[in-house]
């Protein structure tokens, strides 16, 4: 009876500490998801050859910003409200025309997405014609982006 009482301890030791590895393996989970994201960005002054200008953000998701040279957010859509400084000596548009726009940036995990103002110079624009430009996501490089808690 000893023996058989012996043996049951012998087993149930590795028993319990198998066991406890599976439970930790479960409670292990896979990599935070609410620490992904990625950056939109309005710093990096791109090609005016190409007609584009820099802009600045005057609100995001629909709430006023500081305006910043990085955004830093969770993957998803983002609505950001921006402004033109196009500085083109052929744009004849009135100060009164020069609103700002809103878009949508897709923003993807670990992506920094540079926007900009593009001028559209395909007709003359004057007066309070507001087709001049409009805000476009210019160029997108891989970026590692963690959220700051």
Known sequence: MLSR???????????????SLVI????????????????????LAPDNSAQLYRLVVTHLDGVPV????????????????????INA???????????????TVDVLANQRHHIAAQFNTDRIYIGANQGYWQPVVWQAESHQCEMKR
Request: proline share 9%; aromatic share 8%; glycine share 4%.
């Open 5 to 19: 009482i012996f043996s049951r301890r012998q087993l149930a030791i590795p028993l319990a500490m198998s066991l």
């Open 24 to 43: 930790l393996q479960g409670c292990a989970s896979a990599p935070d998801d609410t620490a992904q994201c990625g950056t939109v960005s309005s710093f």
């Open 66 to 85: 500081i305006s910043r040279p990085n955004y830093q957010l969770p993957p998803g859509k983002h609505e950001f409200t921006v402004a033109e400084l």
């Open 89 to 103: 000596p052929e744009l004849k548009v009135s100060l009164a025309a020069r609103k700002v726009k809103t878009f």
